[in-house]
């Protein structure tokens, strides 16, 4: 099956829109959507092959070439440095990483002038990175999920987090300061795959593109 092309998609909010972008290139991988349990998707008349996994597990399929092609989001790559190939920006999944604090922080508070803070992220590299380029030293604490909670309960004086709509965090008394990176999900190639399958995951991309530019 060296022949065949697999694709590693994410669960969750990006995999109705990923199976809808490669329906428009000929890719029908509906099938995706229904209530299987399945994990492994096969097509054997285009020789692909889908694979459904946690989002940021993706990249690491993708480097040690489990999955020749890989969807996941920008902050994902950002955090993990994985030694993949980025040939995509896919401009669906649109939201910012942003530093947010309590509104009543905000309010007599000048970012420049931070020298010394503690924030709350699951994004500690992108983070520490970020602060280490402005010479502010940080102290990380790593969640794994309801980052808004650390500054409300004295674990954190701020956090960094994904914001879409922002209403997550205006409901729980934050706002949002400073923008570190804007992310959309992005199309992540195996580096020896492109080169061993070129002519197919060339295609692949190249059709892509053209629907990205056209829509």
């Not at 428009?24 to 099938?31: K, L, M, N, P, S």
């Not at 994990?39 to 070439?65: H, S």
């Not at 502010?136 to 309960?153: R, W």
Request: some cysteine; glycine content about 6%.
């Amino acid at each position: 099956m060296s022949d065949w092309i697999t694709i590693a998609i994410p669960k969750g909010r990006i995999l109705e829109e990923s199976v809808a972008l490669f329906g428009t290139i000929g890719i029908d991988c509906r099938e995706l959507l229904s209530d299987s349990r399945k994990l492994i998707f096969e097509n054997p008349v285009l020789k692909l092959r889908y694979m459904i996994v946690r989002a940021t597990d993706v990249p690491t399929y993708v480097e040690y070439g489990s999955a020749d092609l890989g969807i996941v989001g920008k902050d994902t790559l950002m955090e993990q440095c994985k030694d993949v190939y980025e040939p995509l920006d896919l401009k669906f999944g649109y939201c910012r990483m942003m530093v947010a604090e309590p509104a009543t922080m905000a309010k007599a508070d000048d970012p420049s002038s931070w020298s010394h803070i503690r924030i709350a992220t699951k994004y500690p590299h992108v983070t520490e990175s970020y602060f280490a380029a402005r010479g502010v030293q940080v102290e990380i604490i790593k969640l794994y999920g309801s980052i808004e909670l650390a500054p409300l309960v004295g674990l954190s004086d701020r956090i960094v987090d994904l914001v879409s709509t922002g209403e997550t965090m205006r409901q729980n008394g934050l706002v949002e300061v400073e923008t570190i990176a804007e992310i959309t999900t992005r199309l992540i190639v195996n580096r020896a795959s492109l080169k061993t399958k070129n002519k197919r995951i060339s295609a692949i991309i190249e059709g892509l593109e053209q629907q990205l530019t056209t829509c």
